[in-house]
């Protein structure tokens, strides 16, 4: 059963990805000019002092709009750094864009540690989630590795995460397993949805 439902995902991954990785570069930084303007006058973000992005790889939606909406709004943003050996992100205040970020693990750009201090997940109030498949429950995949469930895993209260992609990442249903971290919004290019609890 265990394998089966991995196979699954795997599956779902690769067919949606698939369909990703075939678009327009242009398309995906639309996409996110138009998902940081749904973003920015969402009230969990607007109270939020303490933001938690990432930096686009491959084919994710752009979401540097949204960082630099954060910056110029006065909020702490914080980026994930990749710690290979344990598959755990190490989060890092980023004050500059150009300045303060290095190519890291897997090639994905990340905050230099020599010029950035490290925050506690516990002091992130609100966090932008990468993923491949969603469903409008708040149902998420990733990417495989399970970085982000182990970052959020047991903390309580949990901060409000945010998913940004395109609307043709929206499945039905997304196969969960009991340690998977479900959304509390979706934003697309289209749509902002409150989805947690929801299905």
Same mark, same amino acid.
């Given at each position: 059963m265990k394998g089966d439902l991995v196979l699954h995902k795997r599956q779902l991954r690769e067919a949606v990805l698939g369909k990703r990785d075939a678009l327009d570069p242009k398309e995906l930084k639309e996409?996110?000019?138009?998902?940081?303007?749904?973003?920015? &006058? &969402?009230?969990e973000y607007s109270n939020a002092s303490v933001i938690?992005? @990432?930096?686009? @790889?491959?084919s994710e939606v752009d979401t540097v709009p949204v960082l630099l909406q954060a910056l110029r709004d006065g909020k702490t943003l914080a980026l994930p750094r990749v710690n290979k050996h344990d598959k755990t992100l190490t989060l890092l205040e980023v004050h500059d864009l150009d300045e303060d970020l290095v190519?890291?693990?897997?090639?994905?750009?990340?905050?230099d540690p020599l010029r950035c201090r490290e925050i506690p997940i516990?002091? &992130? %109030?609100?966090?932008?989630?990468?993923?491949?498949?969603? %469903?409008w429950r708040g149902g998420r995949m990733g990417y495989g590795a399970g970085f982000y469930d182990r970052l959020l895993d047991g903390l309580n209260p949990s901060p409000f995460c945010v998913a940004a992609a395109l609307d043709m990442q929206i499945v039905d249903e997304v196969p969960m397993e009991p340690h998977d971290l479900f959304l509390d919004m979706i934003v697309t290019p289209t749509k902002t949805r409150y989805c947690k609890g929801q299905g």
């Open positions: 996409a996110g000019k138009q998902i940081c303007n749904r973003i920015r &006058v &969402v009230p938690l992005g @990432y930096t686009p @790889y491959r190519p890291g693990a897997w090639g994905i750009i990340e905050p516990e002091a &992130v %109030d609100f966090i932008l989630v990468p993923g491949s498949v969603l %469903d």
